[in-house]
């Protein structure tokens, strides 16, 4: 039993180096995205200890993206054979008001991508640094999941429906208690609640580097 579940959480861990490399992704790039098409994160690799860009990101004063990528999505994550991750399509990516005490960007028509998206960019079309928060949690979830499609054939209204009576996507299959946990702390429905995402890269690089937190996996319901 012990060795499965050192097998699951070094799965765990590569699935989560990815994720990590997302995070550094939107941190590095969200200032300097806006004629890009693809943002690049190399050298994910923590055989020797060293996170990409965990300084960087974590960097005080340098707490909030002052863009918001919008269509933050697994389809949108490209992994190399050599574990070079690239998001791609920063096409809905916008400028935050950073004027704004709030720091938001408010879209008029237009499509959204509603599995991905939180509920008050649903609601109110308000995209922030949080609302890429509440994607990212998707982002894991997909991730963690091998690629399963968030909310399966439900349609999009039903989607929203259930989203705002509180319902949360169920932990995949063999998914450790700590990443499941930081998923639902990305789905908070209030946005001031979420973490951010300097807090993100330290829970995760946290998780990665101490695998035994990783061996305890929610119960299946």
């Known amino acids: 039993m012990g060795v499965i579940a050192g097998a699951a959480a070094a799965c765990v861990i590569c699935l989560l180096c990815v994720v ?20 690049q994160c190399d050298n994910l690799d923590y055989r020797n200890g060293e996170g990409p860009g965990n300084e960087e990101c974590a960097r005080p004063g340098n707490e909030e993206c002052a863009r918001c990528v919008q269509d933050l999505a697994a389809r949108n994550v490209l992994v190399s054979d050599s574990l070079v991750c690239k998001i791609a399509d920063f096409g809905l990516s916008r400028e935050l008001e950073t004027n704004r005490s ?41 991730v963690i999941s091998y690629g399963e499609r968030p909310y399966w054939n439900w349609s999009n209204q039903d989607v929203i429906k259930a989203i705002e ?34 807090a993100i890269l330290s829970t995760l690089d946290t998780l990665i580097r101490n695998p035994e937190t990783l061996k305890k996996m929610v119960k299946s319901r």
């Open 20 to 39: 990590l490399c997302v995070v550094v992704i939107v941190k590095r790039n969200s200032k300097k995205c806006k004629q890009a098409k693809t943002a």
């Open 102 to 142: 709030d720091g938001t960007y408010t879209t008029k028509g237009g499509k959204i991508p509603v599995r991905w998206t939180a509920p008050e960019a649903i609601s109110y079309r308000k995209f922030t640094s949080a609302s890429d928060v509440w994607s990212l949690g998707i982002v894991m979830w997909e």
């Open 165 to 198: 009576k509180g319902y949360r996507l169920p932990a995949p299959m063999d998914c450790p208690e700590a990443t499941y946990q930081l998923m639902l702390d990305c789905w908070q429905h209030d946005r001031s609640h979420r973490p951010k995402f300097p």
